[in-house]
């Protein structure tokens, strides 16, 4: 009786887990910035402004930034 108890929590787990997966892997993913430099510096940063979700984003490197800042939240 337990074995099958096992069995059938197992069974369970494995069908939510297979269905979280396939949900996360449906949902469409939200378009990756298109950083383009605006010309200014600030000190050592260089400012850049994405034109997909339009956040300005800041370097010392010489590319742009590598990840998307609009969930950063500001203080305040």
């Known amino acids: 009786m337990p074995l099958t108890i096992a069995i059938v929590v197992a ?5 939510w887990w297979s269905h979280r997966r ?3 892997e449906s949902t469409p993913k939200a378009p990756e910035c298109v ?3 605006s010309g200014e510096m600030r000190g050592r ?3 850049y402004r994405c034109d997909t979700c ?3 984003g800041y370097t ?3 590319g742009p930034p590598a990840t998307c800042k609009k969930d950063l ?3 305040g």
């Not at 069974?11 to 069908?15: N, T």
Request: charged letters at 20%; a positive charge; hydrophobic letters at 55%.
């Open 11 to 15: 069974v369970i787990v494995f069908l």
């Open 22 to 24: 396939a949900v996360a």
């Open 35 to 37: 950083w383009l430099a």
């Open 45 to 47: 940063l260089r400012e």
């Open 54 to 56: 339009g956040v300005t």
């Open 60 to 62: 010392t490197g010489d």
């Open 73 to 75: 939240k500001g203080r």
